[in-house]
C-alpha cells in the first residue's frame, strides 16, 4: 500500500553461548525477532498483510544478549530472568486492549545452549475498530543485567475511517431500496406503495460512562405535505454497551412498509436520536415520495 512502512525493528545480535562449561552472557540485550502471525505459531505474516476488524493479531517476540546466573552449586546450570510488557495501541495511541505483561524464568542446562527466549501473546479487534497503522510497543527488561529493551512493530487494520465528533450527531443517512443494499439511493427518492422504505445511518458524539459505556436510542415519524404527523415510533430500537477501547460510533436502522392504499405524494421522514447519557437530542429531516 502506497505510504506504509513496515517497522519489524528486527535486531540480530549474538545470544547466550555455552563457554568453558558455562553459560556466559552476550554484550548486549537486543530483540532478534518482532513478527506478526495470522494464527498462534504460525508462519510469519509479509509486511503487505492487512488485518480486518474481528480478526485476533498473534505477535511473537525473540530475545537475545540476556544475562544468565549460576543456579546453585551446578555451574553448568543456569537461570534467565526476563520480564515483558506489551500491548496494542490504535494510530492515536489509544490502547485497544489492557496491557499485557510476563515473565520468563527459565533455568536451563547444559543442552540448553541454542534455547533462545520467546512469548507471545495475541490482541482481539474489536468489530467496530477504525482502520489504519496501529502499534505494538514491547519493553523487555533484563532482570539480572539490570538492562531494559523497546520496540515497536507497525500493523495496518483495513477498514472505513472513523472520524470523532466533538457534538452528538447523526450522519452518513441514506434511503435504501432493499435492507441489504449497499448502495444509497440518489435523489429524487421514490417508493411504489406496498413497498418498504429502508434507510440507515449512524450516531456519533455521543456521551461515555465509566467503562466507555454509551447508551442511545431512536425513533422516527412521518409527516405529511402539509406538516402534519401521520405516523410516529418514538422508540424504534435502543443500544447501550460497554467496552475497553471506545466504540465511536452507532449504526443505526429503519424500516417502514407502505400500505398499498398509501396515498401517492411527498412525505417527510423525521428521524430522531437520543444521547441518555449526555442528555442530547437530535433530528433529521430527509423527503421521499410515493408514486
Request: aromatic content about 10%; glycine content about 8%.
Amino acid at each position: 500500500m502506497v505510504g506504509r512502512r513496515w517497522s519489524p525493528l528486527v535486531l540480530f545480535a549474538a545470544g547466550a553461548v555455552w563457554a568453558s562449561g558455562t553459560l556466559s552472557a552476550a554484550s548486549k540485550l537486543a530483540f532478534e525477532r518482532l513478527a506478526l502471525h495470522q494464527y498462534e505459531d504460525g508462519p510469519l505474516l509479509p509486511s503487505s498483510h492487512d488485518f480486518l476488524p474481528g480478526e485476533t493479531v498473534w505477535f511473537s517476540c525473540r530475545i537475545t544478549g540476556f544475562e544468565s546466573e549460576p543456579a546453585g552449586d551446578n555451574r553448568d546450570n543456569r537461570n534467565v530472568k526476563l520480564s515483558w510488557r506489551t500491548g496494542l495501541v490504535d494510530p492515536a495511541k489509544i490502547p485497544v486492549e489492557p496491557p499485557k505483561t510476563g515473565r520468563l524464568d527459565e533455568s536451563l542446562r547444559l543442552q540448553d545452549k541454542d534455547w533462545v527466549p520467546k512469548f507471545v501473546v495475541s490482541f482481539l479487534l474489536p468489530s467496530f475498530i477504525p482502520g489504519g497503522n496501529y502499534h505494538i510497543p514491547v519493553t523487555v527488561k533484563d532482570e539480572l543485567a539490570g538492562s531494559e529493551i523497546s520496540g515497536d512493530l507497525e500493523i495496518h487494520v483495513r477498514a472505513e475511517n472513523i472520524e470523532p465528533s466533538a457534538s452528538f450527531v447523526i450522519r452518513n443517512f441514506r434511503f435504501l431500496r432493499n435492507e441489504d443494499d449497499t448502495a444509497a439511493l440518489r435523489p429524487p427518492i421514490t417508493y411504489k406503495q406496498g413497498a418498504t422504505l429502508w434507510a440507515r445511518f449512524e450516531m456519533a458524539g455521543y456521551k461515555f460512562e465509566a467503562n466507555n459505556k454509551f447508551s442511545v436510542e431512536y425513533g422516527l415519524a412521518i409527516l405529511g405535505a402539509d406538516g402534519k404527523e401521520l405516523f410516529a415510533q418514538p422508540v424504534a430500537a435502543a443500544e447501550s454497551k460497554e467496552s475497553f477501547y471506545p466504540q465511536l460510533r452507532v449504526p443505526g436502522a429503519l424500516s417502514l412498509h407502505l400500505d398499498a392504499n398509501v396515498p401517492l405524494a411527498s412525505y417527510t421522514l423525521v428521524v430522531i436520536v437520543r444521547d441518555k447519557i449526555g442528555g442530547d437530542a437530535v433530528e433529521l429531516r430527509e423527503t421521499f415520495s410515493v408514486e
